[in-house]
């Protein structure tokens, strides 16, 4: 499944689509959480289904079952076609001065899932690009396994963190399921989160226990060195 998911994202890195502007400290995927009851904010790539939001109920995954704690009526689901996929596109080129420092830290995080002891599974895929469109990097999140889940149904949370590559002009978030077992696509994603943020800077106290630290280590250095007769 990576290499059907990277292959299928790496071609809409050349085309076009509606970009949303990027903000600081709030999460950047409209409808992460499918609480719309659809998949608006995702656009489906062309030739592949777009994934569906159902209901947290017998059919799915249960209210019980392992998931977030606040999952709300929804969750995404794939289609009964062996591959369903979106994508959304992020406009950074307001954070231009931000990126340059090479200091925009992200936060990618989301829960991932399945059905019992099949395979299907679920992938959010982070592609950072500049303007021509080159990928300067990437983040993955999944696949959850059957194994990770104990065989069971339900969704466990995954979390990456990083920074944001320099020249970076936009993000292409792309989310696929992936059918393996049965004629139902149960790969399973919910409450989806970006959030961008500048790195942490350390408090004053930090950089004064650094100074007294190397202090000590230079102490200890001399004190150790040997006696010239």
């Not at 990277?6 to 949303?20: E, K, M, T």
Request: proline fraction near 4%; charge should be neutral.
């Amino acid at each position: 499944m990576q290499k059907s998911f990277i292959a299928l994202a790496s071609l809409l890195l050349c085309s076009l689509g509606a970009q949303a502007a990027a903000s600081l400290g709030s999460n950047l995927i409209a409808n992460g959480n499918a609480e719309t009851g659809s998949a608006s904010g995702w656009t489906a790539f062309e030739g592949t289904d777009l994934f569906q939001a159902v209901k947290y109920g017998n059919n799915w995954v249960k209210p019980n079952e392992p998931g977030p704690v606040n999952r709300g009526s929804y969750l995404f689901a794939g289609q009964s076609s062996p591959f369903s996929a979106g994508f959304q596109m992020l406009d950074l080129s307001n954070l231009a001065t931000q990126i340059g420092t090479g200091k925009l830290a992200f936060d990618l995080s989301g829960y991932l899932g399945g059905w019992t002891n099949q395979g299907d599974n679920a992938q959010l895929y982070l592609s950072f690009m500049d303007a021509a469109k080159t990928e300067l990097g990437s983040a993955t999140l999944g696949p959850v396994t059957p194994a990770d889940r104990g065989n069971r149904t339900g969704l466990l949370f995954r979390e990456v963190s990083g920074y944001v590559p320099s020249g970076t002009t936009q993000i292409q978030l792309s989310l696929s399921m992936e059918r393996l077992n049965s004629s139902d696509n149960d790969g399973y994603a919910d409450n989806l989160s970006l959030v961008l943020h500048a790195a942490a800077v350390p408090e004053p106290q930090t950089y004064a226990l650094m100074a007294l630290g190397l202090g000590a280590l230079g102490l200890l250095a001399r004190r150790r060195k040997p006696q010239q007769g």
